[in-house]
C-alpha cells in the first residue's frame, strides 16, 4: 500500500509545530518533525517575526514533500481564541487555517494521549490531561473498536499565565463539578479508570529528566510511567505539575503515563472521535 502523507501545523502560544506523517488506523510512521519557539502568548515584540519564519519554513518544507492541499490540517488553539486577527497572517500560507474550540482542543489532545500507550486496550477508560503554554484540557472516555468514544471533556484557557494559585483552585473545582467520582465511574460501563495519561512539555521533560534519554525525542517518552510521589517532590519547584498531582488524588491513582505526542498527532485522527450524548 502506497503511503499518504499528511501535514499537521499546530501553532500554539509557545510554538509552532510542523509533523509530516503517514497514518494508518491507530499508527503513526513520522517522517518529519519540527518546532520553532514563537511565545505567542508573552509580550514579546519579535513573536510575530518568529511566527512568519516559521510560517515560511513549514510552507517550504510542505510544497517540497509535495503534499496536496486538502492533506494540510492547520489550526490554532488558545492564543488564537483570544487574538483571532492572527489568522489572517497565517491564512497567507495556509488558507484552510482554523481557530478550533477548546473543546476541539481537548478532544484532539484526548486521541493522542489514548492512541499513543500501547498499553491501553479496547473499552479501558482514560482520562486525558493536557498542559499547554495557553490553555488545560482534560478529557474522559475509551476507545471501542474503531472509535475514540469522549465521555467528559473541559479546556480552561488563560491557565498559569498570571496567577497559577488561583488557575489551580479553578481547575479542581471545575474537576469536582464536571467530572465523575472513582465510585460513579465504577458504576459505569466499562468499568472504573484504569489510566491517566498526562501531556504537555513540562511532564514530557520530566520523563525526560527521569528517563535519562540520550536524545530529546517526544516519541520515545510515549508510556513513560511517573509516580505519583515524584510529583509530589517536584511540585514544590514546578509548580505547574499540581494539576496532575491533583488529578490522581481525585481519582485515587498512584501513577499517571507520560505521552509524548500532542494536540497535531491527535488532529490525524479527528474523523475517528465520537461524543457520547448521555455524559457529555
Not at 143 to 154: G, P, T
Not at 195 to 214: C, D, E, R, W
Amino acid at each position: 500500500m502506497s503511503k499518504v502523507l499528511k501535514a499537521v501545523v499546530d501553532l500554539g502560544s509557545r510554538a509552532a509545530r510542523l509533523l509530516i506523517a503517514d497514518v494508518n488506523r491507530s499508527s503513526v510512521k513520522v517522517y518529519i518533525s519540527r518546532g520553532f519557539l514563537t511565545m505567542l502568548g508573552s509580550d514579546d515584540s519579535t513573536s510575530i517575526k518568529r511566527l512568519n519564519q516559521a510560517l515560511k519554513a513549514f510552507a517550504f518544507i510542505i510544497e517540497r514533500m509535495k503534499i496536496n492541499s486538502h492533506d494540510v490540517i492547520a489550526f490554532g488553539t488558545a492564543v488564537f481564541r483570544v487574538h483571532p486577527e492572527l489568522s489572517t497572517q497565517v491564512r497567507y500560507y495556509f488558507p484552510s487555517f482554523q481557530i478550533i474550540s477548546g473543546l476541539k482542543e481537548a478532544h484532539y489532545s484526548f486521541a493522542a494521549g489514548i492512541l499513543s500507550q500501547e498499553s491501553i486496550k479496547e473499552n479501558q477508560r482514560v482520562l486525558v490531561i493536557d498542559q499547554g503554554g495557553g490553555s488545560l484540557e482534560l478529557c474522559l472516555g475509551y476507545r471501542f473498536e474503531d472509535l475514540l468514544v469522549i465521555e467528559n471533556a473541559m479546556s480552561l484557557t488563560g491557565f498559569g499565565s498570571l496567577n497559577y494559585h488561583e488557575d489551580r483552585r479553578r481547575f479542581v473545582e471545575e474537576l469536582i463539578l464536571n467530572y465523575p467520582t472513582a465510585q460513579e465511574l465504577d458504576k459505569r460501563r466499562p468499568k472504573g479508570l484504569q489510566y491517566i495519561v498526562g501531556m504537555g512539555s513540562v511532564v514530557t521533560q520530566l520523563a525526560f529528566l527521569q528517563s535519562a534519554k540520550p536524545e530529546y525525542r517526544l516519541e520515545e517518552v510515549n508510556g513513560f510511567v511517573i509516580k505519583k510521589e515524584e510529583l509530589q517532590k517536584r511540585v514544590r519547584k514546578e509548580q505547574s505539575l499540581g494539576v496532575f498531582l491533583d488529578v490522581l488524588n481525585y481519582y485515587y491513582l498512584d501513577q499517571m503515563l507520560v505521552s509524548g505526542w500532542g494536540t497535531r498527532h491527535g488532529a490525524l485522527f479527528a474523523e475517528r472521535i465520537l461524543l457520547r450524548k448521555d455524559n457529555y
